[in-house]
């Protein structure tokens, strides 16, 4: 990975110097040229006036078919103090060669294979997210787009779940790789048909650790391998006419599943005290999952303008999911049942399951434009889907006269939703200047599926929605450097299907804009949620509230100066009942947070000699919190760019990341990363 790294960044070194000297004869436009000149006359005898020639086309000689720039360097990463796998789960930047961004275009003048390419890149090297983009395209005949990212996923923070247990595992961690590639070619575009090919993987693979659970006596965490991939391919065709439009697709979707958990060391788990006697172990652990499954899809989409104030809008969505299971667990050292009280030497299962779902998801729209001030829009969306599946269980453990032999056990699944929402708004331009939005919306639906043992009598469990929502809003431009937005939402609802749904809610916000000079501008945000569930032993009371501030202010274009800056002011406060283990008394669970979030940099472009001007860049980032799990982080940074010429400069940065906890001391951590290297471009 490192040496593929290092050529990333010396690739376009190698790359543009060559792309940019003549090329050999018989591959472009500049063979033309020297064609033409050889062709010209020899010049005329001493004493007579050589003939007039053609004006050149300066056109031919300064076109470039290549433009685009290239960031490359090194970071370097001191020693980090404090929590190594905390600063992998916030920052995770690692010290290597760096191809920090690459952007360039082609343009071909004799458009052979494409008019123009536009091809970018960031990150690849010691960054967790790298990306890269591909577009091409050729008039009339193709538009070709790629999309490729990678995100390095690390969390191990040492706070979740049993930080302090005497084996010093965290119970639940990940360190994988997610990586996502699509592609779609559109042929024909700007014609009236166009059909298109698109196919998008989405995998995942890496290490972990995860909880495997000795009924409710013991937990040992045990190394995991994440495997999994997702295929979606399609194709269709759209219509595109004056008065409607079309999009006719079919595809399939495959998803595989191959997570494995293996242990063969000797584990106490996270009890470390004695049972009835005897201590409890782990010392060989085998798990893993065979998970396998499809779906084809249809989907149509609509709208049409059949009159000059009716806009029609239709969509229609029809899958059938199939999903196979085969799981198996083995467990050796000294365990215990809880129901019989007995001990065993050994723990097996094997499962096997299958299920499908039909599903089907429409919604129509009209929007009546019938008075020159007035808007209506209407929205009606359904989403229907069942379930149907089965499973069978085989257990056994091993070791005791007493513990039970082999049981196995079959459990049909059952599943059936269905979600209805309509929705009715009115948009009315009061004046040039104002514009009122006003609207109500009513969601309702059931579900019944299979019922556990734990939930409740019976074979099915079901449960209801109802909810009606109030909408209104209002747009203002007193003048056109301010514009103020605000949107309100209050609803009620009967039923729900969880205690912390949205219930008896109300949602606002407030955006607005206000542009005092070319080059010094302001915008503010307001945004509030409060959600009550009044419920005999929910009582959810739930209040989030956040208000911002950004500044922006670029003298002459910013050509010595700029600032940006914006403030964030954040609080959370939730209070539900729940009940506690082991005799289920009831509780009060509550959760604060009261946040500070800034952020601000300033760039000077130092006093220089000529053309070229250095420039500085200062600033950083914090968030402080207080309340249930008070927090400060900090991040301040550095910046300088020298240009050597127009086309190369040096560039470098500076920071340092800061995070401390006042509950998890042992979580907190500290770093410096500088980063340094050229930019170029043509």
């Known amino acids: ?46 004493g007579q006036q050589p003939a007039a020639q053609p004006a050149a086309n300066p056109a031919s000689s300064t076109e470039q078919w290549l433009t685009g720039s290239v960031d490359f360097g090194f970071r370097w990463v001191s020693a980090i103090s ?336 269905n979600y209805n929402q309509n929705q009715l708004d009115a948009i009315y331009d009061l004046t040039n200047r104002i514009t009122l939005r006003g609207g109500y919306r009513h969601v309702w639906g059931d579900a019944t599926m299979t019922a556990s043992d734990l939930s409740q009598t019976g074979p099915f469990a079901t449960g209801q929605l109802s909810r009606d929502v109030a909408l209104a809003g209002a747009t203002f431009r007193p003048w056109e450097k301010l514009r103020v937005n605000i949107d309100y939402e209050g609803a009620s609802s009967d039923d729900v299907y969880f205690r912390t749904s949205l219930n008896d809610y109300q949602k606002a916000r407030a955006r607005a804009q206000f542009q005092a000079t070319p080059s010094f501008a302001i915008s503010a945000n307001f945004r509030i949620l409060n959600n009550r569930n009044p419920a005999a032993g929910v009582n959810l009371d739930f209040l989030g509230r956040d208000s911002s501030l950004a500044v922006n202010w670029t003298p002459d274009n910013g050509k010595r100066f700029s600032f940006v800056g914006e403030y964030d002011r954040a609080t959370v406060r939730s209070d539900i009942i729940y009940r506690t283990v082991p005799f289920l008394t009831p509780a009060i669970s509550s959760y604060r947070d009261n946040a500070h979030i800034a952020s601000a940099t300033i760039n000077l472009a130092l006093p220089a000699y000529s053309e070229l001007t250095p420039t500085v860049a200062v600033g950083g980032s914090l968030f402080i919190s207080s309340g249930s799990r008070p927090t400060a982080y900090y991040q301040p940074l550095s910046r300088l760019s020298i240009p050597f010429n127009k086309r190369v400069s040096w560039r470098t940065e500076w920071r340092w990341y800061g995070l401390g906890e006042a509950f998890y001391l042992y979580e907190g951590f500290r770093a410096h990363t500088l980063t340094t290297g050229l930019h170029l471009t043509r």
């Open 82 to 417: 404090g929590s190594v796998p905390t600063y992998r789960s916030a920052v995770d930047l690692r010290q290597d060669f760096e191809l920090f961004g690459l952007d360039f275009t082609i343009q071909d003048p004799r458009k052979r294979w494409f008019d123009r390419l536009d091809a970018r890149a960031y990150g690849w090297g010691g960054e967790p997210y790298n990306t890269a983009h591909v577009d091409a395209a050729k008039s009339g005949i193709y538009d070709f787009t790629f999309d490729y990212r990678n995100i390095a996923y690390f969390n191990a923070l040492p706070s979740f779940a049993t930080p302090l247990s005497a084996a010093g595992f965290n119970q639940q961690s990940f360190d994988t790789r997610q990586r996502m590639l699509g592609a779609e070619l559109d042929l024909f575009p700007g014609k009236r048909i166009i059909p298109y090919l698109a196919f998008d993987r989405n995998s995942q693979y890496g290490h972990g650790v995860v909880t495997w659970a000795d009924g409710a006596s013991n937990q040992y965490p045990v190394p995991v391998l994440f495997r999994d991939a997702v295929y979606n391919y399609r194709g269709g065709v759209r219509f595109e006419y004056d008065r409607f439009h079309v999009t006719l697709e079919q595809g399939g979707t495959t998803f595989k599943n191959d997570d494995a958990a293996t242990d063969n060391v000797l584990n106490f788990g996270d009890n470390t005290n004695k049972v009835l006697g005897q201590q409890l172990f782990l010392n060989n652990f085998n798990q893993g999952y065979a998970v396998r499954g499809d779906a084809i899809y249809s989907r149509a989409l609509v709208t049409a303008t059949p009159l000059s104030w009716l806009t029609l809008t239709g969509q229609f969505l029809y899958s059938q999911p199939h999903v196979d299971v085969a799981y198996n667990n083995s467990a050796a050292g000294n365990l215990i049942l809880i129901s019989p009280l007995l001990f065993s030497t050994g723990q097996t299962e094997l499962a096997t399951g299958a299920a499908k779902q039909p599903h089907v998801t429409s919604s129509v729209g009209a929007e009546i434009r019938w008075f020159r001030r007035l808007r209506i829009v209407e929205n009606f969306l359904t989403d229907r889907f069942h379930d149907a599946a089965v499973g069978f269980l085989l257990t056994g453990d091993t070791g005791s006269p007493s513990v039970t032999s082999p049981q196995n056990s079959s459990q049909p699944g059952y599943q059936v939703v």
């Open 1 to 46: 990975m490192k040496s593929l790294t290092q050529l990333l960044c010396l690739a376009p070194l190698l790359v543009l110097p060559v792309l940019s000297e003549p090329r050999p004869s018989g591959s472009g436009p500049d063979d033309e040229q020297q064609l033409l000149a050889r062709q010209q006359p020899a010049a005329p005898p001493a």
